[in-house]
């Protein structure tokens, strides 16, 4: 199904006329003709704010471009199955027993293997054959890349004071003392920024996750900043309200 049908299916069968769907997400009805007519498709905030409206993925608004599996278990995700942010925002990387409220819920493959051995086995599959399995393929999946490739869980608290001492020396006026950063997945974080030479560009990965936060100016402004980091960089911005007018700080290689 095409993104034009599936925002038309959405809207009716939540009652929405153009109008009111236009008003919920901040566009003009010509806007949402245009989409469902299939001349556009909504930007990237756009999709997010219909994402939490209609309560389905960013990957079901645009028509299931890629099969969507977890990136801790490996089980395909369901938009009924995808994680949710603290904020209710979906995550669709992991499915709701891997991530909930903004946290991890496996720390040790071993763990999550057993899990899974108790609930995939069958006649059909021995548990021997499903614990084989799962070793096999968990490693290749992004969540088990990056836990391995710092160490676990102790290796990885490590990195994330690391990341926070990072941020804290780069003395950034009217930012606060960073305490904590939590996992954030590059879709929801990927902000365009103008250049100095006008040019927008974007310096995340839509489906990599990062490590970060918001935290609100000490300049008692409305705009927050907005931090992310990995392996390689670390970023800080500002921005407004749900991202708008984003100024990019620093982007510093580690």
Known sequence: MDTKDVIFELRTK??????????????????VSRW???????????????????????????????????????????????SREKDGVLNEEYCKWCYADGEYMYHDMDELIEVCVKSMSNEHFSSEQ???????????????????NIGGKEKFDEFKQKIIDEFNELHIEGMPEVTSV???VGNFINLEYRLPNGKLVKFLDDRAT??????????????????AANMDFLLVCTYEKD??????????KR
Do not use: H
């Open 14 to 31: 939540n009652g929405f006329s153009q109008d009111e769907l236009a008003e919920k997400v901040f566009v003009t009805r010509q806007a």
């Open 36 to 82: 469902e007519n299939g001349e556009t498709v909504p930007n990237t905030e756009t999709l997010k704010m219909l994402s939490n409206l209609f309560d389905v993925s960013i990957n079901t608004l645009l028509g299931s471009p890629r099969k969507l599996i977890c990136q801790c278990c490996g089980m395909p995700l369901e938009d009924s199955d995808i």
């Open 130 to 148: 499903v614990r084989e399995y799962m070793k096999n393929m968990l490693p290749s999946l992004n969540y088990w890349k990056k836990y391995l």
């Open 182 to 184: 939590n996992a954030l």
């Open 210 to 227: 990062y490590l970060g936060t918001q935290l609100e100016s000490e300049f008692g402004d409305e705009r927050c900043f907005g931090l």
């Open 243 to 252: 991202g708008a007018n984003p100024e990019l700080v620093i982007y510093k």
